[in-house]
């Protein structure tokens, strides 16, 4: 009997020590856990702000590049449709020539995924390779769609905006070495960013970037791209104004729309200047 209460006493003992260092080895994994997602989180909320400090002045120069480009090609361009007519026709036709032999061989030879609209390659990138754009398309794009626009050309600035602001997020996650879930955030940071910042529209290029480019409204994608997203419009506000059509207004109008012959128009058609 001794010899048992004995070994029940010691056995009582190891158990209550095994029971007290698992207690603490718990408490440490759990603090580990949080003190990492606690880091995860200042990490991805610090780059959402970094985000959208890029993404805003990247949209700023973007339409200042589409500005320059358009007062080099167009300098005498009228404000109405009957100004717009009186331009000699070969002139309307031999200016959107000259910028498309220009973006060719650029985007041929410089980054051949900056072709096309721009959403669509995104998600490319987002789906098939984890959300890594090559650093150059920022610049590609930025050329070849500001060349694109300003010389006439039928196309628009939403597509170039957001793989533009895709593209820098991605850079910025290559520069990290982050993961790919990371990767993708960045990657709709930047395209959210590049939205709202063009068209003064957080919501809509928070939403944008979310359901079309991620395709993902979980907690974690969601906050750093709201982040982004409003921040690049404070800085497009700060420099542009709550309207970013507040420096005036320019005709709407490409060159196939031009040469309608319309004479009983009499009224301009006006867009924001870029």
């Given at each position: ?97 000259i910028g498309g032999a220009i973006v060719g061989p650029l985007v041929y030879f410089g980054a051949r995924e900056a072709k096309g609209h721009g959403v669509p390659e995104v ?24 060349i694109s626009i300003g010389t006439g050309m039928s196309v628009g600035r939403e597509g170039p905006i957001a793989q533009i602001g895709a593209a820098i997020g991605s850079t ?50 969601f906050s750093p791209i709201v982040i982004a997203s409003v921040i690049a419009t404070v800085i497009s506000r700060s420099y542009l104004g709550d309207v970013p059509r507040k ?28």
């Open positions: 009997m001794g010899g048992s209460g004995v070994m029940k006493q010691i056995t009582l003992k190891v158990f209550h020590l095994w029971q007290g260092y698992s207690r603490a080895l718990l408490r440490w994994m759990y603090a580990g856990t949080y003190r990492m997602r606690t880091a995860e989180n200042l990490f991805m909320m610090g780059a959402a702000v970094l985000m959208g400090l890029l993404g805003g002045f990247g949209a700023i120069g973007f339409r200042w590049l589409i500005g320059f480009v358009q007062d080099m090609s167009h300098p005498d361009w009228g404000r109405t449709l009957e100004s717009i007519m009186a331009i000699p026709w070969y002139y309307k036709i031999l200016i959107p020539a998600m490319e990138s987002v789906a098939l390779r984890g959300g890594r754009i090559r650093p150059r398309v920022v610049l590609v794009k930025s050329l070849a769609s500001a910025l996650g290559q520069v990290f070495k982050v993961n790919v879930r990371r990767m993708r955030t960045l990657v709709g940071c930047g395209a959210a960013a590049g939205i709202a910042a063009t068209f003064n529209a957080p919501i809509a290029g928070a939403l944008f970037s979310l359901e079309i480019i991620l395709g993902d409204f979980a907690v974690a994608q420096n005036g207004w320019q005709p709407l109008c490409s060159i196939w729309t031009a040469t309608r012959k319309r004479r009983s128009l009499r009224f301009p058609i006006y867009r924001s200047r870029p």
